[in-house]
């Protein structure tokens, strides 16, 4: 029996339809009548997908001639959607605090007779990291630009003292 072997050609290009897959799935979500119901004649969509209790999600509706509306009853009331930035209307809401990590809540778009329906999933809010420090005060612990700015002090630091040393015997 001969070993199986596969090129690196293959393992990057089947890393790369694995990789694409869950994001073709993703875009397919704002799609019309995804979610089982009949197809609509309006594109829809909430973004982001997900978001956590008190952040704001964007509602937009396109190729709707009427004034187009989106609510959730468990999440907000229905809010109508007006021309904004971007193609066609859309608004912006608050998710409340009462919004519960880890559940999926329908979105209703709807446009003159027709409806279409998308997701919004709740995940939890991101709390900061806090040092406590002796003196009882919190320090919140470094984002990436802090990080990424400190290695690059660290080695040019290390750049100068290594040239120093092959100057001072």
């Given at each position: 029996m001969r070993p199986l072997r596969i090129s690196a050609a293959a393992l990057l290009a089947s890393?790369?339809?694995?990789?694409?897959?869950?994001?073709?799935?993703a875009d397919s979500v704002t799609a019309p009548g995804v979610l089982g119901g009949p197809v609509a004649s309006f594109g829809f969509s909430v973004t982001p997908s997900s978001?956590?209790?008190?952040?704001?999600?964007?509602l937009r509706a396109t190729g709707c001639a009427a004034q187009p509306t989106a609510g959730a009853a468990a999440l907000f009331a229905t809010a109508p959607l007006?021309?904004?930035?971007?193609?066609?209307?859309s608004t912006k809401v608050t998710l409340p605090a009462a919004a519960r990590p880890g559940t999926r809540y329908d979105i209703t778009f709807t446009?003159?007779?027709e409806q279409g329906t998308t997701p919004l999933t709740v995940i939890p809010p991101s709390t900061p990291t806090t040092v406590r420090t002796s003196l009882g005060s919190g320090l919140s612990g470094p984002d990436a630009a802090e990080v990424?700015?400190?290695?690059?002090?660290v080695g040019i630091a290390g750049v100068l003292i290594f040239r120093r040393a092959r100057t001072h015997p």
């Open positions: 890393t790369a339809l694995a990789l694409a897959a869950p994001a073709a799935v978001a956590a209790p008190g952040a704001t999600i964007t007006t021309s904004a930035d971007g193609p066609g209307q446009c003159g007779t990424i700015l400190g290695a690059a002090l």
